[in-house]
């Protein structure tokens, strides 16, 4: 491995990072100045690169910035005994891995020197993933595959295609890809979604309007489907339709002709329409909401986008193509995830799906401090929180904090709105637990899953229960809410016994 390069002009900071890495079994080079780590870097180069930033006869962010152009790969440690912000805004705009400020714990800074190393050691294999172009839609899931599939059966067809999935699956990039491959690709791509226009405003955004047609219609208008013409019209969260304007866009997709508002002669549509929504159509259409005629008509090929819980194993290949994207954007060195940071992404339930992970890596890419994303740097509201024991936190009237055993106060109640806050933590979290491995199961084609996890949740909750209890199986009922002979009967049916 190659030495760890140490520049300051203190020679008492050189000695203590030397005798501190040197136990730690790493080599170490030092240079009293920025001239002469130059001139040593046209020979070689450094695993690690650490620097003071300001010195006599140049700037530690002048080196940086040499360092970064030659060698992009290099971890740069900046070290400063200016802790300004203008000092690490700089820092960290010139691309260093971290900014470290004087004076500073041995030990963390060994540490960090690590982590760099690390770092370094996984560059170049990690920079092989690199997309030079970038994809229409990324996924090795199975039902992304079928969704591949599908869009390349769809690519000679014309067809009208409905798009079902939950908010934040990416639907319109499907329909942007059915578009993209299909013989209206010279065409215009028009989307429209339904749910973000007024509704009085709605027919004239999607059919147009003539002059004089209402108040404020100072001239003609062309709508949509004008603006599709010979293309696609991707009309998103269809289900969110007036009821009355369904019956219009039903003649339109019947008769191939509308007409705009106020207007007297009828327009042709030569336009194919995809229609997306992450309602149950189905369930709309038997309540009322939906008309049936309508709800056929567009239901000629269906696509369902899968949920990103549903996908887990596609977690990681986002994750760093949208980190890629975000470097890119912003004009940065793209960061990477560590394989503990993945594997714990991979785990959580992601509601707002794909839209959430890619705002996950713009947070990421700006704000994670350091060039490796360990678990600890991920947001707040997605680490684990700290394991709480079942019991409550009451705050008195002084301000004095006790803790209640079993979260309660004595008389059945919860201790207030703080242990109210604390059940709410703990209800999330076991919750998005409880949500993957409903997921994984479900993947693995499992047999009875309801019967599998409810045998799991009660045995899980009759465990902690009689461990609340020191194993008195009455009280522990009472505790739970059941009778006697029903504990009795579980713990035998779940072989608690022992």
Not at 19 to 29: G, I, P, S
Not at 201 to 227: D, I, N
Request: glycine share 8%; proline share 5%.
């Amino acid at each position: 491995m190659k030495p760890i390069w140490i520049v300051d002009d203190d020679q008492s900071i050189r000695w203590v990072l030397e005798k501190a890495l040197a136990r730690e079994n790493f080599t170490t080079r030092s240079f009293s100045g920025v001239r002469d780590a130059l001139a040593a870097l046209e020979q070689e180069s450094p695993q690690v690169l650490v620097s003071d930033i300001r010195m006599p006869g140049g700037s530690g962010l002048e080196l940086l910035q040499t360092v970064r152009d030659r060698l992009p790969g290099l971890p740069v440690i900046i070290m400063t005994a200016f802790s300004d912000l203008d000092s690490a805004v700089a820092a960290f705009q010139g691309g260093a891995f971290e900014y470290l400020a004087k004076p500073f714990d041995v030990d963390k800074a060994v540490e960090l020197i690590r982590r760099a190393v690390d770092e370094s050691m996984r560059g170049e294999a990690a920079y092989d993933e690199r997309v030079t172009e970038t994809p229409e839609m990324l996924g090795q899931a199975p039902a992304m595959q079928d969704m591949f599939r599908a869009i390349g059966r769809l690519s000679h067809s014309a067809a009208t295609v409905l798009i079902t999935g939950e908010s934040g699956t990416g639907k319109e990039l499907v329909a942007r890809a059915l578009h993209r491959h299909s013989p209206r690709a010279n065409g215009p791509f028009i989307a429209l979604n339904t749910a973000a226009i007024p509704k009085d405003l709605l027919e004239s955004e999607l059919f147009g309007h003539e002059r004089g047609a209402f108040t404020g219609a100072q001239a003609m208008r062309q709508g949509r489907f004008e603006q599709a013409e010979n293309g696609t019209l991707f009309l998103d969260e269809i289900g969110d339709m007036p009821f009355d304007l369904q019956t219009r866009l039903l003649r339109v997709l019947s008769d191939g002709q509308f007409y705009r508002v106020g207007g007297h002669n009828p327009l042709k549509a030569n336009v194919r329409v995809i229609a997306a929504t992450h309602q149950n159509l189905e369930s709309r259409v038997r309540q009322g909401l939906f008309r049936e005629d309508l709800y056929h008509r567009l239901n000629v090929i269906r696509l369902r986008l899968p949920a990103l819980r549903e996908r887990s194993e596609d977690i990681p290949l986002l994750t760093r193509h949208f980190l890629q994207k975000s470097a890119r954007d912003l004009g940065v060195e793209p960061k990477r995830v560590s394989d503990d940071a993945l594997a714990y992404l991979a785990s959580l339930p992601f509601p707002g799906n794909v839209r959430q992970l890619e705002n996950l890596c713009n947070w990421l890419t700006v704000m994670a401090p350091a060039q490796v994303i360990e678990q600890k740097d991920l947001p707040p509201d997605l680490t684990p929180r700290q394991e709480y024991a079942p019991e409550a936190i009451a705050v008195s009237t002084d301000g004095a904090v006790a803790a209640i055993p079993g979260g309660q106060n004595g008389t059945g109640a919860t201790a207030g709105p703080v242990a109210a806050s604390v059940a709410g933590v703990v209800t999330s979290v076991w919750e998005n637990g409880l949500r993957t491995e409903v997921a994984r199961l479900l993947r693995e084609n499992s047999a009875d899953v309801m019967d599998e996890l409810a045998r799991r949740f009660e045995a899980a909750v009759i465990r902690e229960a009689l461990d609340f209890t020191r194993g008195r199986k009455v009280e522990a009922a009472e505790r739970l809410g059941i009778g006697r002979n029903t504990i009795t009967r579980k713990i035998q049916e779940l072989h608690l016994d022992a």
